[in-house]
């Protein structure tokens, strides 16, 4: 039979849960503030019987507290994390995208210019109107140079902001990468302090809490996946060690295998993808290995997906074709999607994707029609092919740098390019067929700047070959030759010889009735102002609607989806609160029930002295 003073031992069973659950209670109240905390609670079992040899059979021991434990629901916390990466994916392109569309807002870009692209270009136009009704004024005429002028600052500051605008989102690529590194370091770290107390027995509680909450920002920079399986003995496989095996991946691949982890690393690019890129972008590698890693997959989101489709996003308009012809040193394609040259975005030496393997170009050339359009691209290889290579590449689709769906950084800047192009050589051209006011032939007003040798390209190989009898024979373009390849947002300028006003043509040699205030070609470049298709197939001062129609789309759909996500977000870390959260009435009430629990095995105490007091002191013999 039991003891006689068996009941003290089951009453002071009680007392120690309760004291353990009041503990408990005190910490998560502790902690109704700590970031990521996660409400613990005592998991109390009442504790083996005691056989007594009575006709009962057995009586209760008391309680045991085996374990304090934290209260969380994986299954929310999974669809919390996969909410994340999509909720990132979205907040950060909108941050983003605000930024691009303020520098398309008329009037409002930059410090460098008081207005926008409508109110500069009506103003060259108004200014060029002034030029008709007093050509021969050499003050008209340095009026309207004035004003092209303001419209080349303008595309020049727009173009430096998108770059510079690129190159934030290059070293935040670079932050946030050493960001994802430390995070997996810490998480690597944790798995190894967290088994270490598990298998002793213990529930490392806190130490989960700061995975979870490292697992929860690393969600919103990648789509995570984290899995956790529970070590069994070798020899004995029902038996369980009290570790587990801790992996997390993203986009699919291991970055934290138990207590290793993947670094991710930053290579600059050697060449760039697109025409306008700034120099030395990043790509992703893992670190020990080198290979890809591609943060712009259809399965990836999160913020990092962002910074790239921002900063490297062409819509997919970079030029793709088929290979017809190789050598040892060059491939030929045709049928390519980019027969303007007025629309060519490569860089004149860059990377080409053929059959999933990236080659690299030194320079290309491409030939076009008697009508300008580009019939076939030879690209000059800067390493030999092999006849092995040469034989496997035919007919092969091969692509020019990236191609990213979505409208970047280098979407805008060739829009703004294919712009220029366009209405720089409409107006050279009816420019050229004019004479100045001295009767000398005129050449281009709109040029490029060569920054590497500080001269000017002033177009003048785009004219058209002919052949003895005058018919147009198409043209050869280099990418190093003078043609409207080599202008862009970024150094299109006023030919230095206009400097001179005077140099501007606004007659041709044949309308000398009037003498040097003839004004024929003005009314021809009045033309270029809206008559003239030049640009998605609209007139020049359409420019900026299409632009903005583009920009504020995209904008308008990433604020929507930022606003539906953040909505999924909060609904759904309600749920998870709910289960993990610490509540400061329930918490109160906890403390008053545990409070009086404690009371009661304490009135047990007090009852069983009294029992034995009688029983030692006034039973005695």
Known sequence: MPSSFFGLTVAYSGLNASQASINTTANNISNVQTKGYSKQVVNLTASSALRCYQRYGSTGTGVTADSVTQLRDEYYDEKYWNNQATLGLYEKKLYYMEQIQNYYTDGTFSTTTSSGFSTIYAKMFNALDAVKTNAGSSASRNEFLSTAGELCTYFNSTAQQLQSLQTSIN????????????????????????????????HANELRDQRATLVDELSKIVPTKVEEKKVTNSNYEDQYTGATYYTVKINGQTLVDNYEYNALACKSRDYKYNQSDVEGLYDLVWASTGASFDATATNMSGELRAMFEIRDGNNSENLTGRVTKTSSTSMTITGANITDIDKMNMPASGSIWVNNKQYFYDSFECETDADGNITSYTFDLNKPLTTDEQTKLANKKLVVGESVSFMGVPYYMNQMNTFLRSFCEAFNSIERTGVDADGNDMGSVFVAQNKALGTEYDMSDALNETDANGNVSGTTFTSSANNYYQLTAGNVKIAEECSDPDRFATHTKSDTEDGVDAYDLIEQLKNLQSKTELFRGGGGDTFLQCIYADVTVDTQECDVFTDNYTSISTTINNQRMSVSGVDEDEEALDLMKFQNAYNLASKCISVLADMYDQLILNTGV
Not at 171 to 176: A, G, N, Q
Request: without cysteine; charged residues 30%; hydrophobic residues 40%.
């Open 171 to 202: 070293d935040e690529i670079k932050t946030t990468v050493d960001n994802v590194n430390s995070i997996a370091k810490k998480i690597s770290m944790l798995n190894k302090q967290i088994n270490i107390i598990e298998m002793e027995g213990g």
